[in-house]
């Protein structure tokens, strides 16, 4: 129980943060290391509580090396301005135009990248094209929803759907054939919505042109970057290894590349385009935030808690597509990737195996879910933070169109598996 209200006290920290003015990743760290101290103190032989601790650090890092290899690839493409390829290709000045057009490119690019990376990158270009205040909340809001949707149906697209593929809850090609429709399905309310709301009486700013590099070598290291990313699902096909060595893989490969291509210029060009560079410019708070957050469940499910909150769940509500809706609304509320941790200790393989309905509706649910508050993913803090969204503001103009999105991307999910 000791362990149980720690992990509380600290995840009101974490949600409180900003007024709290503490740091999430340090509350997390502090909590989870605490939860393991009451764990070991709590009279079980340190022998055992040593074992199991470093069973839940095997899996708990190859998260953390995945993590960390994709968000280094990500920054490699951006110092070689890849991303700016994608902006400069957008020609119309039409905003309703512009708003499919990078809603479909978030969707589809976060499912490679991931969410976080995705929502970055392109609220970066909108606030260099679009002017209004009003207008840009509008424009990042859709980019949280449809990054959110498009890392839902990809191993690689979201932490917590890639927690689910790396520990055998769900496999690439399902997640993608069952959980592709539904996300779809979940971004066009919001997004016709959101249209209405646009004017086209002011008017869109030029791209920016490409500074670092010359164009011949951002599209290299775009493509080369993309595919190396590509590359993970099918490595852990073909040989039946965590996708981390994958991972490590690919980003040994990028690596060779950007010295290969940057050999000749001079140190200062070459150190700002290298992977040091690169290595020191990810979110690396944010890589021991989630070893915080992961290594509390662990201790969670060690002491047993998980377990028998499974249990009550099941007999309070009893079926477990209503559960796994209402964790996909809690996510708006509390984050999604301590949401699904939880609920991998909370129930086991042996009840629901590999690409069992219940776990790729939870991928859905949680990683769509979390878009109905701004504040209820890592994309939309993100968001708050570049572009400056009001969290209020969200809630009267877009909270309700996401729900009506997410609710008939359930329902489409369902009507599916009933088929």
């Not at 109905?372 to 968001?383: D, F, P, R």
Request: charged content about 10%.
């Amino acid at each position: 129980m000791a362990s149980l209200i720690t992990f509380i006290l600290g995840y009101l920290c974490i949600a409180f943060e900003h007024q709290l003015r503490l740091n999430k990743s340090s509350t997390a760290l502090i909590t989870g290391v605490i939860c393991w101290t009451l764990y070991a103190l709590g009279g079980t032989a340190h022998e055992v509580v040593s074992e199991k601790l470093l069973a839940h650090m095997g899996e708990i890092s190859g998260i953390l090396f995945f993590l960390l290899g994709a968000m280094t690839i990500v920054e490699l493409i951006d110092a070689h301005d890849g991303f700016e390829l994608i902006s400069s290709a957008i020609k119309t000045q039409n905003k309703q135009k512009i708003l499919f057009i990078i809603s479909i490119i978030a969707f589809f690019l976060s499912a490679i990248l991931d969410n976080l990376t995705t929502t970055i990158v392109l609220i970066s270009l909108m606030t260099k094209l679009i002017q209004d205040k009003h207008e840009k909340f509008y424009f990042a809001s859709m980019i949280v929803i449809a990054a959110n949707a498009g890392g839902a149906w990809s191993p690689i697209g979201d932490v917590t759907t890639t927690m689910l593929w790396m520990n055998g809850q769900i496999s690439a090609a399902v997640i993608i054939k069952e959980v592709f429709l539904p996300s779809v399905i979940s971004i066009i309310i919001p997004l016709i919505a959101i249209s209405f709301q646009l004017k086209n009486n002011t008017p869109i700013t030029v791209t920016e042109t490409l500074t670092k590099t010359n164009h011949s070598t951002s599209k290299v290291i775009l493509f080369a970057g993309i595919l190396s990313l590509l590359f993970v699902p099918a490595f852990k096909s073909l040989t039946g290894l965590p996708p981390f060595m994958g991972m490590l893989l690919s980003l040994g490969i990028m690596w060779l590349l950007s010295e290969i291509i940057n050999h000749q210029k001079d140190t200062e060009a070459s150190d700002t385009l290298s992977i040091k560079s690169a290595l020191k410019n990810i979110d690396t708070p944010s890589i021991l935030f989630f070893l915080g957050i992961l290594i509390s469940v662990a201790a969670l499910q060690s002491v047993g808690i998980l377990s028998e909150l499974a249990q009550s769940l099941s007999n309070w509500i009893g079926n477990t597509k209503i559960i796994v809706m209402a964790l996909g609304g809690l996510s708006a509320i509390i984050d999604n990737v301590p949401l699904v941790a939880a609920t991998q200790g909370m129930y086991s393989l042996s009840e629901f195996p590999m690409d069992h309905p219940f776990w790729i509706f939870m991928a859905y649910c949680t990683g769509t879910g979390g878009s109905m508050l701004i504040i209820g993913s890592a994309a939309g803090v993100a968001a708050m933070g570049i572009a400056k969204i009001e969290f209020f503001w969200y809630v009267r103009k877009i909270s309700f169109w996401v729900l009506l999105g997410y609710l008939s991307g359930a329902l489409t999910f369902l009507a599916m598996s009933w088929l």
